[in-house]
């Protein structure tokens, strides 16, 4: 089965508003991803967590450095550039360094 | 600073034609490099890795393969189209050595394949 689930699979905000993201983990996974996917297709790197969190700006990113079983991306005061593709991406503790697993993405729609 | 570019930018390609895509980049010596597949409304699949010239590992072959004949250059390739093969490919890099770190993407090549 799917070792990434990131939910929800869609979400609309309006401006201003904060949400958060959440990938699963099925196992143990040693670092976590963040992308945003524009409409062009192109993908932005977010963060990169091995543990605990990251800022920048309105995201900012957790990985849970117990259990290593999930992460969460928060999103505050919504604007229009927000939208997008949300993907996380994760390297297995037990695999190779360089296999990434990929989540179904989380649709973000920012209205006025 | 580091660029990546792929090329073409786009195709369209016959079933059962070849294919050839690539992937350069410039700026920084002996990176890791990836290729991913992405179809329509997608998740993005791991293809192929590769940490060093003339070594490639597969994830999914996707009856696809690659090669990495210079160390700022990754191919991806076949000789014979399938129409499941459409879709957005992803070339990436990152920082050379063992440690997994941030993968930076190139802007994509979209195939379509009738």
Known sequence: GDQVEQSPSALSLHEGTDSALRCNFTTTMRSVQWFRQNSRGSLISLFYLASGTKENGRLKSAFDSKERRYSTLHIRDAQLEDSGTYFCAAANSGGSNYKLTFGKGTLLTVTP | AQTIHQWPVAEIKAVGSPLSLGCTIKGKS???????????????????????????E????????????????FILSTEKLLLSHSGFYLCAWSLPGGVQDT???????RLLVL
């Open chain 2, 103 to 109: 993968q930076y993407f190139g802007p994509g090549t």
């Open chain 2, 58 to 73: 597969s994830v999914v072959q996707l009856n696809l393969s690659a090669s990495r004949p210079k160390d700022d250059q």
């Open chain 2, 30 to 56: 002996s990176p890791n490099l990836y290729w991913y597949w992405q179809a329509t409304g997608g998740t993005l699949q791991q293809l192929f890795y590769s940490i060093t010239v003339g070594q490639v």
